[in-house]
């Protein structure tokens, strides 16, 4: 067959076509410039809330590390270096506490961190770093945490600080510099020192309690098994302990499935918008191609027609939408969370050319896809069919006999094209559901809710003097009362603390002494151990600590212990408290067993009721004694003393969380008291919440981009199909339907279009919410759904869904009834 | 008794050089019970003279009574209440709503107005426009015939004082077209009822009482 040149025809036909039609390319280029701006904004912004997300739970763990090592020889270090799945290793070593700064308890411990630690572990979690790490012996790097603790609340590079340093062998006082300073979510006391100190310090590299070896890997996804063959390879003795990460890889790989199904949602409503329009206006222009048809223009030149239209437009629309995207993630949600969070001076929005390629492509795919179908359809339409065709109606015979009530007709209509039904319900339901899914993962990620989940309290003031020889009653009854009678204080619990001679440890404590001699003191129980509780008898004590009955109550509820309160406040029955992975198993053993012990003489015998798991309870007083801590009742405790006993802390709960007021008054009553210390949540909470507000506004902008396609959707398609049917609109006003009842119509169809797929989303949006938070909830937060949130778009969207009838028919209804017939 | 009367009707588009003078002063009256046919030729201003009757369209100048009612005087909303009670319309293109089933839609006018259906009535118009086995059928699947007669019972349903039919043969062949005239004829004699239809087909024109003849939006005669 001969080729027939007529490339420039078709060229001519598709541009004067398109210049025929400026509103629809205008939507056109809109809808695609619109798709494509959402995919890379919330591409942007996804990427960066997720490095936001992870730099914040990096830094409440103090440092980035996914395995340790205790107390690593040069040989193990060897083998871990030679690992096939090790990227990084550093190493660790606390070398000395601060004891005292200026009078004032501190205990601050002191670390060296190896050059890899430094860099690779630990500067990425710094919220900001000022000075440089030390590097002389008298060099000292601090947490502000720690010098808040010491009482210096504006520190500088270079200040010098008098200290008394407690060394493995005794306490030393020394003038050290302050060589830098930083801040990190963690709120951990804590600081540096310089490689020449930690050598003098005469701590060894493989001292079990103090040195650690922080291990990254080269991939998150470590399995179990791969953790213990490593553990093989290090042939560790009794008392190390080796961690790899095992759930990491398993983490990642639910929070890629969450934001791949987030992608996939955002992808689904940006085909849904461009195959609307580009549809809709396919089928408006079915009558221009069935003339063409019916002077000989093929299908395939159709076809052709279609799609240079198409690429022309999308020749406009993806550039723009590419360079709309960039400046909104990169421009203006920056600018937007340096404006709202004076602290932040810089918002780093990663520039990403994959995402650009990514939503380019994508846009483009998308327009192929929803152009494919109807230009298909056009071109193989006869031309006959295509020159009568119009908007169809129904051919099923309908019984109703009894008319048409206004609701009636609006469901009719509403159903009447059933395709175009489905993609309204399926854009407004999809734009919600996401909307919901993300704010509720917003809402249960935020900072407050991580708080409440680790169970920190309102307040705690804390007693410097807490483990000292010399221990200053702070907290007394009056000192108590006063904190009660503040206004917005809802209970304080005294936690209250008293040594005790355990009487026969060798018999009671077996199984106990052993590890915890070979971890303290290095030493074996059998040969040095024994001799040594027998020398100095005074350094091996056990701790009674006292609890008021609600927190009793809430250690009965949390351990489902079965004791009475009775028992409790009798002293007859306790918990033991703050065991370690090395201890556990010796002193799991004593649960019910009696413990005989001794106060001022008098000897006592008390039953263990329940040992706490490792970690099981955060909260505990400030200082260890050989022997772990009993807990007990404030009430006995103050029986067997006879008066007051010692208070180490109060914990503090707030009628309302958060009450700033509350938390100024009890500050400015401890200002001056050089005793007293503090661990407030609010201060903790205003540490992470320069991250939460960067989360807060990147997620709410993905939230109503999404929410917002799926309402663009529903009006493209709305408003299209009202004009559509403005005929029949101008047939109902010519025998008799006033505009009220025309308008009450289209009421009752905006109510079925917001009833229905506010209902599938409220049902599905939140059931999808609920098991995305499920497979993500890594502290273990009870859900809340973002009600505010949901309200207020649930409400928009009816308002949406209600009014937008009532305007699109208010545009048609300009022209009189005559010109309505006529322009159809 | 006087159903319609149409005193020096005006409608004028644009304006100078491009003025269109589509009625240019048109009075004539329209007695009850009496089948007016209007015909011209293409542009003579059938059409709009038609919709100036019905109140579709609003007169440059002039005065249209129905009845008793002028209904330059009456509000958009107004004159749509009056329309599904007092005016029928058929269409050249029949303009039968497409999810209403043939019932639904000759009903629609009465139940608008909240009125209740004079069932036996329907049944009867129904009965004479040969659409009794029809009732509950979609416009889509009958013929053009159909639809037209479908689209007359309606006009007829809520008993109007004029029936305003806008060249109802206009999308018929013409052995279809003679039988929906003859119904029309048929109707306005059995319930005396007033029907003004405009047509360009002289021999169409012939079944009606007298024809009215428009040339240039003028009257040319009324025989």
Partial sequence: MLKVNNRKVIKRLARTQMKQQPLKNRLLVLAVALATMMLVAVFSIGINYYTVLNQRNLSMYGSDYNGMLTGPTEE??????????VKTVGMAVGSVTVAEYEGIAVGTSLVWADENHWQEQLQPVFIHLVGSYPQKKEEVMLSEKALKKMGVTQPEVGMVLPMSLAYYDGLRDEEMILSGYFNDYSGKNRGFISKTFYQQSGIKSDDLDRSRLY????????????????????KLNKYQHFFADTEMGDMLFKVAVSVIAIAGVIMISGYLLIYNIVYISLRKEVLYFGLLKTIGTTSRQIREIVFRQIILLSMIGIPAGLILGAGISNYLIPKLV???IPGVVSFRGEFQPVIYVLAGFFSLLTIFISVAKPAKSIAQMSPVEAVKQEDMGVKQSNKSKTGSSIRGMAWRNVFRNKKQAILVFLSLFIGMTSFTVVSSIIKNNNAKKILEALEVSDMELLNRSSGDDNQVQVFSKDFI??????????AVHPVSALNIDITKPHEQFSAYLKPEFEMAYGVDYEKEGRQMMIDRPENFFGTLVGLDSQQFQQMKKKFQLTISEKEFHEGRVGVIARTLEHNYQGLKALENQRIDYRFENRLLEINIDYVTKPFELFDSIQYNGFFPEIYVSNQYLDRLTGSETFVDHLVIDYQQAYDQETDLEILSMIKENKHIDHESKIERYENMKESENQLLIMGTVIAFVLALLGLLNYINVLSTSIFSRSKDLAVLSSIGMTTQQIKKMLLHEGM???????????????SLSYLIFSLTNVYEITYEAPLTMLLLLYFFAAWICLFLPNLVYRFIHRDSVVDQLRNN | MKSLRAENLKKYYGAGNNLVKALDGISFSVDAGEFVAVVGTSGSGKSTLL????GLDTLTEGKVWIEHQDISQLSKDELTIFRRRKIGFVFQSFNLLPLQNVYENIVLPIQLDGQKVDEEYIQLILETLGLADKKFEMPNNLSGGQQQRVAIARALAAKPAIILADEPTGNLDSKTALDVLGLLKFTSKKWHQTIVMITHNDDFAQLADRIIRLEDGKLLGDD
């Fill in chain 1, 76 to 85: 193990q270090i060897n083998v871990v270096k030679e690992m096939k799945k």
């Fill in chain 1, 215 to 234: 291990i990254n890997f080269s991939t998150p996804f470590i399995s179990e098994q791969e953790e213990a063959e490593m553990e093989e390879s290090l």
């Fill in chain 1, 338 to 340: 340096v404006t709202m």
């Fill in chain 1, 481 to 490: 009362s006063q904190i009660e009678s503040i206004k917005g204080v809802k």
């Fill in chain 1, 752 to 766: 079925i279009y917001a009833g229905i797929s506010l209902l599938f989303s409220v049902i599905v949006g939140n």
């Fill in chain 2, 51 to 54: 919709h100036m009757l019905g």
